[in-house]
């Protein structure tokens, strides 16, 4: 999947917003996505590479099964998977894994945010 493809997915989740936070020069070309506040997805399109929020029982699977997937930069591991595109880790298997990030952190919200969003 080309950086482009992906920033159109993550945008395309219903109330995914983008920003770039940082202003420090090593870190003012990464990107979050999130949905009410809270990141599901830390994004590198220089280098190519994102963190998606990830549950703890498919992470090392994906990390045996993937070179492309390795532990997440900057981020608790057992929670977040790092997954390079342009990779091994077919399109189809970043958009589901971009699927259940988002969908993880939509149920961590709390119900007034979820019905602020119409989620």
Aim: hydrophobic share 40%; glycine share 6%; net charge negative.
């Amino acid at each position: 999947m080309n950086v482009e493809d992906f920033r159109d997915f993550c945008l395309a989740m219903k109330g995914a917003e983008e920003k770039s936070p940082w202003t420090e020069p090593q870190y003012r070309d990464l990107i979050t996505f999130s949905i009410g506040g809270k990141w599901f997805s830390l994004f590198d399109p220089v280098n190519r590479f994102t963190d998606l929020k990830c549950t703890p029982e498919h992470i090392l699977e994906l990390q045996e099964r993937y070179e492309g997937c390795f532990p997440a930069w900057h981020m608790n591991k057992q929670h977040w998977l790092g997954v390079r595109l342009e990779s091994d880790v077919p399109d189809n298997v970043i958009k589901q894994l971009v699927t259940d990030a988002y969908n993880l952190i939509v149920a961590s919200l709390p119900k007034k945010t979820k019905a602020e969003l119409g989620i």
